[in-house]
């Protein structure tokens, strides 16, 4: 089965500084790995998505993560944070295999950004 | 091009009364997704539809029904609400090639009191 491990359920980080968030996955199959974004009272809208091509990919916002195979990871970073990226941050993993293959998510983590 | 639809946006029901949170896209896409969004628990599948007209059972599914009515629009019932089902729903499609992602609707906020 298929699982996600995000560590830090809270990351506060000051305006300029490195975001990391980080994310573990368990997966028996090549794993599909998306991060999503979530602002206040919004839906979920896709940051970046791996999907067996370059390990490292880069997604909207600046926002890029580098798949690990050796260590099972897919943490997310950013050089300089901004104030807007304050929102709560979703890993998802998914084995792409059937059709209608739902995604599984971590529990997120919350980013805050301070001035 | 209005992507995934979500009707309600908000909701208050008391206990075991019933209704149907409504989904609908139009991207032509094949799956379409029930999830529940918990604090602390991230988003838990309730029942998936790969295509239309069939639905399967997710990670959470005990308390509601779901309709798969075309390929644009998939439903989700309540029959008798419980106060454990206040939450926030999420309805999802994807295209269903391997690979490709999940489009999410703005969320309905549900409190059943």
């Known amino acids: 089965a298929q699982s996600v491990t995000q560590l830090g359920s809270h990351v506060s980080v000051s305006e300029g500084a490195l975001v990391l968030l980080r994310c573990n996955y368990s997966s028996s199959v090549p794993p599909y790995l998306f991060w999503y974004v979530q602002y206040p009272n919004q839906g979920l809208q896709l940051l970046l998505k791996y999907t067996s091509a370059a390990t490292l990919v880069k997604g909207i916002n600046g926002f890029e993560a580098e798949f690990k195979k050796s260590e099972t990871s897919f943490h997310l970073t950013k050089p300089s944070a901004h104030m807007s990226d304050a929102a709560e941050y979703f890993c998802a993993v998914s084995d792409g295999g059937q059709a209608g293959t739902a995604l599984i998510f971590g529990k997120g983590t919350t980013l805050s950004v301070s001035s | ?113």
């Open chain 2, 1 to 113: 091009n209005a992507g995934v639809t979500q009707t309600p946006k908000f909701q208050v029901l008391k206990t075991g009364q019933s209704m149907t949170l409504q989904c609908a896209q139009d991207m032509n896409h094949n799956s379409m997704y029930w999830y529940r969004q918990d604090p602390g628990m991230g988003l838990r599948l309730i029942y998936y539809s790969a295509s239309e007209g069939t639905t399967d059972k997710g990670e959470v599914p005990n308390g509601y029904n779901v309709s798969r009515l075309n390929k644009r629009e998939f439903s989700l019932r309540l029959e008798s609400a419980a106060p454990s089902q206040t939450s926030v729903y999420f309805c999802a499609s994807r295209p269903s090639r391997v690979q490709e992602t999940q489009y999410f609707g703005p969320g309905t906020r549900l409190l059943v009191l």
